[in-house]
């Protein structure tokens, strides 16, 4: 085999290497959909995604102050009651767009999943 050979054999693979990881990149991580009838729900998506996860945050947050004892019954009871009401309001406005609550935990790729 020739050296003139062998480099077109090296940038054959590299292609296809190169075609194989854009493939599975574009099955493994859904990108937002630009399409007019769909901008909406990608929209809603997206910014459901992020009121969940500032929820989940501040569920830990509660509980970390619960631990704590800086919270008084009083103050437990409204966040908790709270939280639970955010997280139905969420789920019926993800529900109207036809979205899953699964549907809101977005694929960030190297960081991985949002939730």
Do not use: C, Y
């Not at 003139?4 to 940038?11: F, G, K, S």
């Not at 099955?27 to 937002?32: D, G, I, L």
């Not at 998506?45 to 509980?63: G, H, S, T, Y």
């Amino acid at each position: 085999m020739s050296q003139q050979d062998a480099v077109r054999l090296e940038i054959e693979e590299l292609d296809a290497l190169r075609a194989e990881i854009e493939r599975r990149a574009a099955a493994e991580a859904p990108r937002w959909n630009a399409d007019p009838e769909e901008v909406q729900r990608s929209v809603a998506r997206l910014l459901l995604a992020l009121a969940e996860f500032l929820r989940k945050l501040m569920e830990k947050q509660a509980i970390r102050r619960m631990e704590a004892g800086t919270l008084t019954d009083e103050e437990v009871e409204k966040l908790g009651l709270s939280l639970m009401r955010l997280e139905e309001t969420l789920h019926e406005i993800a529900a109207r767009f036809g979205l899953a609550p699964e549907d809101l935990n977005l694929d960030l790729g190297p960081l991985g999943r949002l939730i």
